[in-house]
């Protein structure tokens, strides 16, 4: 899971500098990664690619400065989850590729089939990487599609040109990308796997002159942040490109195979955002119904008694809201977050999550000290941040903890851009709701289950493979790319 962006301006647009646009369109897509930021842009007057990238959050990685180098009518920027890579700047997005053609990328998702396609490229045709990122694999991919074709297309053959490249992708990469990319003289285009795992969608902002800037980005939050207007998702399997006067033109490669990622709604995806045309709130409301229905016959005979619900902040809150209102249950706020400590899910490491989570949530011992708390959180991955939690609560004197869970159990890995690729890190993976329930030190464990999720989405053409084990490609790479992911992890530790 990261954060993408692409605008470009027509060429009289004058309202605001696109790499500024990307900029403020990033700190609204902070939440999807937050251990580096890049922005590049290209500078049409010096005919150069012009990028800044460094770890950290957004609003520290980029000054005032930065932008008076980061000029020209379009621009790129990238948020990082890291999932694939190392920690190291050298695997940070966006990338830059200057042969055959000048290009620049950046993209969310995760290839499964990565390292197969790095061992063929390396050894099979001596294509040396210069990153552990996935991102240099697809750029790869494009310009090998492009070998034979003239390296500085006219303005009217780009669109052409980039769709011999894309087919390359979409013939060769299993896994989920959601990319942007700019060709040098030749525009903006983006890409969606044929899964439409992973969101992205197309606004457009009209200057008083009339003149045209296109934003794509992965959700609607930081459109409606620029001011830019929505005006759709790019299909999954599909290309579209935007030429410097503002002409867009898309080629569907395949039928779409829908099958959007649950966890964007569950937990990823910013509550004002909406993905697929469903509210990310509405959905999170839902949920707290669904649930409703399933506490309330423990309630009414008496099995569990809480005093009050309290949300694990921030995801659950909107589902905690309309559990209490459907339970008729009092709504408390039992712990505080830090708001200036990062989400902890997304860190990637179990020891980086452990400690931020000590410095993100604090305890209103006056709201949780002798009561019997209906905890709520959006998940339950590892199962250790909601042990720590319930620790937490228990040493500021709750009575008990029933803890209930806005989605199914997550009992397998997932592939395609989520941290948790092996199942055996999964909390449910082999053990039953009352083992669970032990470990995280709760009296009673409820969870969700699929048909409650679809039917909270209002959507059947989800993945939901860490869910039900039904993955939308082909997964036979599955065990290398877990192997490869411990093996750097440890020779970075």
């Not at 890579?85 to 055959?100: R, T």
Request: with cysteine.
């Amino acid at each position: 899971m990261c954060g993408v962006v692409g605008v470009i301006n027509t060429k009289d647009y004058s309202e605001e500098l696109a790499s500024y646009a990307t900029y403020k369109a990033l700190l609204n897509l902070q939440h999807r990664g937050q251990d580096a930021a890049g922005i590049v842009s290209f500078n049409e007057n010096k005919q150069k690619f012009k990028t800044y990238k460094n770890l950290g959050l957004i609003s520290k990685v980029f000054k005032a400065e930065n932008f008076e180098k980061l000029l020209g009518k379009s621009s790129l920027g990238h948020n990082r989850y890291a999932t694939v890579g190392s920690d190291g700047v050298e695997d940070l997005q966006p990338i830059v590729q200057g042969y055959p053609s000048g290009m620049a990328m950046a993209h969310n998702g995760n290839l499964v089939n990565y390292h197969s396609l790095v061992d063929k490229l390396n050894y099979e045709e001596g294509i040396q990487f210069l990153t552990s990122n996935d991102l240099e694999i697809l750029i790869c991919l494009m310009e090998k599609g492009l070998m034979g074709m003239s390296p500085r297309p006219s303005s009217s053959e780009c669109f052409n040109y980039l769709t011999v490249g894309a087919k390359k992708i979409f013939n060769e990469a299993l896994g989920s990308f959601s990319l942007v990319g700019l060709l040098a003289n030749g525009g903006l285009f983006a890409m969606r796997d044929p899964n439409g795992l992973k969101p992205l969608v197309l606004g457009k902002k009209i200057d008083e002159a009339g003149n045209e800037s296109f934003m794509f980005c992965s959700e609607t939050i930081a459109l409606d942040f620029t001011g830019y207007e929505y005006v759709r998702d790019v299909n999954p399997g599909e290309l579209v490109f935007i030429d410097n006067e503002g002409t867009l033109r898309s080629y569907q490669f395949e039928n779409s195979k829908r099958k959007n990622c649950m966890f964007e709604w569950v937990y990823f995806s910013a509550a004002e955002s909406t993905i697929e045309n469903r509210s990310v709130y509405n959905v999170r409301l839902n949920l707290g119904n669904m649930l409703a229905k399933k506490l309330r016959p423990l309630i009414t005979n008496g099995e569990i008694s809480p005093d009050y619900v309290c949300p694990v902040p921030d995801t659950s809150r909107t589902s905690s809201i309309s559990l209490a209102e459907n339970l008729g249950l009092p709504y408390r706020e039992g712990l505080i977050k830090n708001r200036y400590v990062q989400r902890s899910f997304i860190l990637n490491s179990q020891t980086k999550r452990e400690k931020a989570l000590e410095l993100k949530l604090s305890p209103v011992r006056s709201q949780i000290e002798g009561k019997s708390i209906l905890l709520v959180d959006d998940s339950l991955v590892r199962g250790t941040t909601s042990k720590k939690i319930i620790q937490l609560l228990k040493k500021n004197g709750a009575k008990d903890v029933t803890l209930a869970i806005a989605c199914p159990p997550l009992r397998y890995g997932c592939y395609y851009g989520i941290d948790f690729p092996s199942r055996e890190e999964l909390m449910a993976n082999g053990r039953s709701v009352e083992e669970i329930a032990e470990f995280v030190g709760a009296n009673r464990v409820i969870y969700l289950d699929e048909q409650d999720l679809k039917e909270a989405i209002n959507s059947n053409e989800l993945c939901m493979a860490c869910v039900n084990n039904n993955y939308p490609t082909i997964t036979d790479d599955a065990e290398n790319f877990i192997n490869k992911r411990d093996e750097l992890r440890e020779e970075l530790s």
